[in-house]
């Protein structure tokens, strides 16, 4: 199977712009979890999606928000970007979303804010 | 809420000796714990996880990790580290709900020749 998958890979935005990034679940993992990565803050939990819906939200602003499709493939969008959203955003998928299973991470979007 | 804590953001080995990487975790009820593992410009990759089976847990490249509930610890050894050992390790507890991971801050390990 193959992993999954996030796009782009890497992004230069400006202050204020905002930005959509996707993830694609490995097939059949209907649970999509989303992180920032920074070397400040380490990795944090930014929400998860269940079957098309936000199950968990971690602790950010609602400047960050996201979406689900019915193929489970996932989109996060920052908007008035801010020079501290600079980070690694990581996806991470798993088949059914409980918390004794694996999460499968994909490569990661690198944003750079400028 | 729960926090995960790695003692040692940065962890220097001989190539041949042994790895240790600690990480302790503060939670009420036995969690599922995970460390995985983070090489340069990559996501990162399950190494082990204990889910309330064997205490004693292996996993990928010759890793394993012992759960010690009283001790609240979830440390990850190696027997004889590897120069492709070198990367960023993180210990994650996961909520008891959905898909919720927290992580420790991460121990950079190098592995000197």
């Known amino acids: 199977k193959a992993g999954v998958t996030q796009t782009p890979r890497y992004l230069i935005k400006t202050r204020g712009q905002q930005v959509t990034l996707s993830c694609s679940p490995i097939s059949g993992h209907r649970s999509v979890s989303w992180y920032q990565q920074t070397p400040g803050q380490g990795l944090q939990f930014l929400f998860e999606y269940f079957s098309e819906t936000q199950r968990n939200k971690g602790n950010f602003p609602g400047r960050f928000s996201g979406r689900q499709f019915s193929n489970s493939r996932s989109e996060m969008n920052v908007s008035t970007l801010e020079l501290g959203d600079s980070a690694l955003y990581l996806c991470?998928?798993?088949?059914?979303?409980?918390?004794?299973?694996?999460?499968?991470f994909g490569p990661g979007t690198r944003l750079l804010v400028l | 809420a729960q926090s995960v804590t790695q003692l040692g953001s940065h962890v220097s080995v001989s190539e041949g000796a042994l790895v240790l990487l600690r990480c302790n975790y503060s939670s009420s009820v036995p969690p599922y714990l995970f460390w995985y593992v983070q090489y340069p410009n990559q996501g990162l990759q399950l190494l082990l996880k204990y889910t309330s089976a064997a205490t004693l847990v292996k996993g990928i490249n010759g890793f394993e990790a012992e759960f010690k509930k009283s001790e609240t610890s979830f440390h990850l050894t190696k027997p004889s580290a590897h120069m492709s050992d070198a990367a960023e390790y993180f210990c994650a507890v996961s909520e008891n709900y959905g898909q919720n991971f927290v992580f420790g801050p991460g121990t950079r390990l190098s592995v000197l020749p």
């Open positions: 991470a998928s798993s088949p059914g979303g409980q918390p004794r299973e694996t999460q499968y």
